[in-house]
């Protein structure tokens, strides 16, 4: 089953503009992590927010969560053609031992 | 940073064979496997999670002797899908907690393709 559900399912944009990807889930958390996945391939970690952080930056990447509406929002900056990929959010069930993924925003990023 | 391989990346089998995928941690040690499916475009659904040196735990649903998944080692587990059928046909994802840290690693996949 989907801890998370994930908005925009996908999400088409110019180079340059920014891309914002919303994350909801179900059960209380001791963080929610975001991964990349480019078509065909394996998952990447981008970032990973604990449940005391509001805000987290990593590069072009901001990263938000809101513990009282259990959502997280990933933030690109900037974008590229090259951050055309899937991104996930996740988090960690099952008593601390199962990574549990969302729903996958698909991002588009158009020259 | 540590690395997972699986192998093999990419497979066509004929119905009713068996086939089996290897996810292996290159530079650390994993107490922990995880094997997850991925249909085309949507998220990952965790399958199984694999401990060294016992049997692994299996997702509501997931058929155990269908998907059988042995954890032999500190780096390597397989999953040997049996009587493969074209339903069976997916993307197969293992990632690796690495013991020392606890971080998860994610192996490129496997394509199983069944005709």
């Known amino acids: 089953s989907q801890q998370g559900e994930e908005d925009p399912q996908a999400l088409s944009i110019q180079e340059g503009e920014n891309a914002t990807m919303n994350c909801s889930y179900k059960t209380s958390i001791n963080n929610l992590q975001w991964y990349r996945q480019n078509s065909g391939r394996g998952l990447v970690h981008l970032i990973l927010i604990r449940s005391n952080e509001r805000e987290k930056h990593s590069g072009r990447l901001r990263v938000t969560l809101d513990t009282s509406k259990k959502s997280s929002s990933l933030l690109i900056t900037a974008s590229r053609a090259a951050d055309t990929a899937s991104y996930f959010c996740?988090?960690?069930?099952?008593?601390?031992?199962?990574?549990?993924f969302g729903t996958g925003t698909q991002l588009k990023v158009e020259l | 940073g540590a690395v997972v391989s699986q192998h093999p990346s990419w497979v066509i089998c004929k119905s009713g064979t068996s086939v089996k995928i290897e996810c292996r941690s290159l530079?650390?040690?994993?107490?922990?496997m995880f094997w997850y499916r991925q249909f085309p475009k949507q998220s990952l659904m965790l399958m199984a999670t694999s401990n060294e040196g016992s049997k692994a735990t299996y997702e509501q649903g997931v058929e155990k002797d269908k998907f059988l998944i042995n954890h032999a080692s500190l780096t390597l587990s397989t999953l040997t899908v049996t009587s493969a059928h074209p339903e069976d046909s997916s993307f197969y994802i293992c990632?690796?907690?690495?013991?020392?840290?606890?971080?998860?690693?994610f192996g490129e996949g496997s394509r199983l393709t069944v005709l």
């Open positions: 530079d650390f040690q994993a107490t922990t």
């Open positions: 996740a988090t960690i069930t099952g008593g601390g031992n199962k990574l549990t």
């Open positions: 990632s690796a907690r690495w013991a020392d840290t606890g971080e998860l690693f």
